[in-house]
């Protein structure tokens, strides 16, 4: 039911997002960025300044060179985000913060799968040259293309994929510390797209790995430990729990459990 309920959700996200574009009025001067690497973005808002085109360029993922309409949205009295839905969920894809002690504004945009946003500069004379309208015909012809649709859509199956690899990076860090195998399992089939789509699935779930890493760094005498202990199993339950069953980890996260980082390190030091 929850994943009919998204899916309903996503579907009238999107007839509204297209029947604002429909009446949308650009303003007359779009705003065109440049970061490192060749990534370029170009923002076009609404004359209201309450959406705006949104096309970033130059980056190795599905959403390079597609146009969105974003939506603009207050977070504090000077940062400001322009959100866009993509993989079944509100992402804030370009960041503006304001100095607090002048008129300078700094722009930073977050890229899916990077962990560190891209800074931004302004480019007066690419913007001065810039077409607002071209970009607009553009949306338009995408938007009937159904890009937009798709990749507005949760793709769980890639989700997961994303979430077992970032889980294995984190087994491999700690194994290296560790010098033995740290090996951490998910029981994928038990947890909904709503938790998928809404947790980081490996940030919970690697919790154990990222602790027994610490621990083996800074701690030489836990690698003993860490030898009997490396196999890992994580589920999600109603309460915070970690357990030693045949010399294997049974890590029971809750998403709203506090401090769990210092659980895991007190349960892991007192073995």
């Not at 990076?169 to 994928?188: F, L, N, Y």
Request: aromatic share 8%.
């Amino acid at each position: 039911m929850r994943t009919i309920a998204s899916a309903l959700v996503l579907t009238l996200a999107c007839c509204l997002t297209s029947m604002a574009a429909q009446a949308l009025e650009l303003a007359r001067y779009p705003k065109v960025f440049s970061g490192p690497q060749g990534v370029e973005l170009v923002l076009a808002p609404s004359a209201d300044g309450k959406q705006a085109l949104l096309r970033i360029s130059g980056i190795n993922h599905p959403i390079d060179q597609v146009v969105f309409l974003a939506q603009l949205q207050s977070q504090g009295r000077s940062r400001e985000v322009y959100t866009l839905q993509l993989d079944g969920r509100s992402y804030a894809l370009l960041h503006r913060q304001a100095s607090a002690y002048s008129d300078a504004e700094h722009f930073v945009a977050y890229l899916p799968g990077q962990r560190d946003g891209v800074p931004l500069a302004f480019q007066a004379d690419k913007s001065k040259d810039f077409k607002a309208g071209e970009l607009l015909t553009r949306y338009e012809q995408q938007r009937k293309q159904g890009l937009q649709d798709k990749l507005a859509r949760f793709d769980r199956p890639k989700r997961q994929e994303s979430y077992r690899a970032e889980l294995a990076q984190m087994d491999k860090e700690a194994s290296a510390a560790c010098g033995t195998t740290v090996q951490t399992s998910v029981e994928w089939a038990a947890i909904n797209d709503e938790t998928m789509q809404t947790l980081s699935i490996s940030s919970f779930c690697g919790e154990v790995a990222a602790q027994m890493e610490r621990l083996c760094q800074n701690t030489p005498a836990f690698k003993t430990t860490a030898a009997s202990l490396g196999q890992v199993q994580c589920l999600f339950g109603p309460q915070l729990k970690l357990r030693v069953e045949n010399q294997r980890i049974v890590f029971t996260t809750e998403k709203d459990a506090p401090n769990q980082g210092d659980f895991v390190h007190q349960f892991l030091r007192n073995q």
